[in-house]
Every structure is written in structure tokens, then in C-alpha cells.
């Protein structure tokens, strides 16, 4: 008898008062890294109506106007009509930006200290990081986040194109998915809530984005005349972003990973360079991972990795394949430890992670994105054939 189940995952678009935020720590990230490879920044932000906070450390030889950036930000994400309570040429703004613990940075630097075991570069925090992949789309994503990922990025697009004049910046999508024996079937269900003009009619806005975004987007051989179809579903949505809801970094880490369907550890991505192993780790696992399946060493792939503070090497590693491995486990882990290195420096190295590449990854998830394979290098299929002659 077939395995039949329901998955569904979210995504929201770069207006999402949490994504604002995001797109704002990421910005101040470039905006260091253009100037300074060696900056090591930990930025962390909060909005609130027409209120911009920025929290954190950053160490950094730098200089810019930090209100400039972040106004910046708003404005490229289009919170720019005077409907809008949040608007980048009208925003109070608190810079509570410090230094780096000297603690930490001894910890991290590639240098010898009283009492550290190494005078190597070392994790800049403990944890634990996942890695994912799977073979159900092109891009090696779980099925239900690629679509909403696709659904949010076409409804930003609409929205630049001015194609749609009223649709705002603050929108969020969810794509429920059918399984038969662990394989996508059918999508039984599509939400889409997006802020809007105060002049144009719900009716109007569910035909339109029906039409003009999920039968455009959509695999048509997966929707269905059984497919439920939810759009504004609490009928209004024209108070949105950060006057609607407040907003912080990091707190959609989900939407930036896998959609649920693979674990995470628990560290957010954005507003931080990558001496922070929440965020180079996290994305070498999905780089290791995407690698096994796309060399068919496994139809399904999980990467976790774990790392103490101030230490070079993971202090554990762990492939889990789900039953779906072509050749045994063992071996699939010791052509990872031949082929790949997870010491914090050499993935920095490796990814080339010291550049200005960080408002690339912010919206529409962290993977799964191809787009621009020079800067989301973790996405390249490039050790594949690596790994094949390792286990071979």
C-alpha cells in the first residue's frame, strides 16, 4: 500500500517585517566587507513602525554612514509609498552598534593566546549545523519550500514590474504538498496573503494573483481542480511591515533553510560574517550534502556537524542518507573527510566567503538559489565527481 502524507512550507517576501531586518544586517555586512575582507560583524536589527534599531558587535576598519545603508535597504525593498507608516525617506534611527568581545576574538583569531590550545583560526561560537538536499526538484530542494520560495520571488517581481501598482511589500506564501512513497504528487493546497493598496477589492486580487502568479509559477501537473486556493484569506491586508508587526533577524530560519523538511540548528544567518559558524558551517553542510546526491551517492542526504568555541575542527560529524544511499554510510563519510575540509578557515577558503556576496543570499532562501553560482559558490555541484572517485 503507498505511503501517503502532507507536507507543506512557507516562505515571505523581502517586505516581511522579520526579512526587513534581515536585508538590513546583511546590507551593513557588505557595506563592511567592501572595504574591510577582515571585519568580523555581528549585526542584529529591529523595527518597529517607523523605527530602525541596530544592535550587536562589529570590529572593523570600514567607515560608512550606517543610516545611509540601512535607508538604502528600505528603499530597494520598495518601502517607498507614502501609504506606508515604514518608508525609507521617514524612519527614527538608533545605532547601538559595539565591538567584539576581545574574549571571543582570541578565540577566533589565527593566533596563538594565553591558554588556547591552537594558533589556529577557531568556530566563532558553539553548535550544531545541518546540511540538506534531496533529489525532488532541480535544485535539489525539498519540494514544498522551492515552490513557496518561487511563489514569493514571482510576487516581488510582479510588484518591481509595476505590472500591479498596488500591491506592497509585506507579503507571505505556503505551498502544501501531497507525498506518495516520499515522492511529490499533487499540491492540495496554496495560501498566498499579500499587502495591498487600500483601493483595490479582495475578488480582484485573488483572480489577478491567480492568473498572473500561481498558474504562472506553479508545475501544472501538480496543481490540481482539487487544489485549495487561499489568497488574503482575512479578506484585508493593507496594514503590513513593520507598522503591522515587529520585526527582528533571525527569526526566520526556517523559511531560510529547508522549510521544516531538514533540520537546523538553531543559529540564524544574516547580520553575521562567517568566522561565525552558524552561518559558513551551515552553509558547507548544504554544499557537502548537495554534493552526495547530485554524484547519486544518495537519493536523500543530512549533514550535521557540531563545533566547540575556539576550535578548529568539528568535534562531530555524521551523514544521514535515510535509507536511500547507493553504497554504505561509512564509506560516504570517509569520501566527505577526503574530499572536504571543516575547519572554519578552510570553509571560508573554500566558499570564498570573504566578500561583499551577503544581500545575494537574504531573501528566498539561504539554498536552493542558482542564480548567481560566483557568489552562492555552496550551491556549485562542483566536488561531485570527487566524491565519486573517493568511494570508487
Known amino acids: 500500500m503507498a505511503d501517503r502524507y502532507l507536507f507543506s512550507s512557507e516562505s515571505v517576501t523581502e517586505g516581511h517585517p522579520d526579512k526587513v531586518c534581515d536585508t538590513i544586517s546583511d546590507s551593513i555586512l557588505d557595506a563592511c566587507f567592501e572595504q574591510d575582507p577582515a571585519s568580523r560583524v555581528a549585526c542584529e536589527t529591529m523595527v518597529k513602525d517607523n523605527l530602525v534599531v541596530l544592535g ?3 570590529t572593523t576598519q570600514a567607515r560608512f554612514d550606517h543610516r545611509e545603508a540601512v535607508r538604502a535597504a528600505i528603499a530597494e525593498i520598495g518601502y517607498t509609498n507614502a501609504d506606508c507608516k515604514f518608508n525609507a525617506d521617514n524612519f527614527f534611527f538608533v545605532n547601538a552598534l559595539g565591538q567584539q568581545s576581545p574574549d571571543i576574538a582570541q578565540g577566533v583569531d589565527a593566533r596563538a593566546a594565553d591558554d588556547k590550545t591552537t594558533d589556529e583560526q577557531g568556530a566563532g561560537d558553539q553548535g550544531i549545523m545541518f546540511g540538506y538536499a534531496v ?14 520560495h518561487r511563489l514569493g520571488a514571482a510576487l516581488t517581481a510582479l510588484r518591481k514590474s509595476g505590472q500591479h501598482p498596488w500591491l506592497r511589500p509585506d507579503s507571505k506564501t505556503q ?24 483601493d483595490i477589492a479582495t475578488p480582484e486580487i485573488r483572480e489577478l494573483l491567480t492568473r498572473d502568479l500561481i498558474e504562472k509559477v506553479l508545475p501544472g501537473d501538480l496543481l490540481t481542480p482539487e487544489t485549495e486556493i487561499l489568497i488574503n484569506p482575512t479578506g484585508l491586508f493593507i496594514v503590513g511591515g513593520p507598522e503591522g508587526d515587529c520585526g527582528l533577524t533571525g527569526r526566520k530560519i526556517i523559511v531560510d533553510t529547508y522549510g521544516g523538511m531538514g533540520r537546523h540548528g538553531g543559529g540564524a544567518f544574516s547580520g553575521k560574517d562567517p568566522s561565525k559558524v552558524d552561518r559558513s558551517a551551515a552553509y558547507m553542510c548544504r554544499y557537502v550534502a548537495k554534493n552526495i546526491v547530485a554524484a547519486g ?27 536511500t544511499n547507493q553504497i554504505d554510510e561509512a564509506r560516504i563519510e570517509a569520501a566527505v573527510a577526503e574530499v572536504f ?12 566567503l570573504l566578500r561583499p556576496i551577503y544581500r545575494k543570499t537574504t531573501n528566498y532562501g539561504h539554498f536552493g538559489r542558482e542564480d548567481d553560482l560566483d557568489a552562492l559558490t555552496w550551491e556549485r555541484t562542483d566536488k561531485a565527481e570527487a566524491l565519486k572517485s573517493a568511494v570508487s
Open 135 to 148: 533529489r525532488e526538484t532541480e535544485t535539489l530542494m525539498p519540494a514544498p519550500i522551492d515552490y513557496s
Open 56 to 58: 550587536g558587535e562589529i
Open 297 to 323: 551517492l544518495a537519493e536523500r542526504c543530512e549533514l550535521q556537524v557540531a563545533y566547540a568555541i575556539g576550535h578548529p575542527r568539528p568535534v562531530s560529524i555524521r551523514v544521514d542518507t535515510f535509507g
Open 175 to 198: 505551498v502544501s504538498i501531497e507525498y506518495v512513497d516520499n515522492r511529490p504528487h499533487r499540491i492540495t493546497a496554496v495560501v498566498v496573503s499579500t499587502q495591498h493598496a487600500a
Open 341 to 352: 575540509s571543516f575547519k572554519p578557515a578552510d570553509i571560508v577558503a573554500q566558499l570564498n
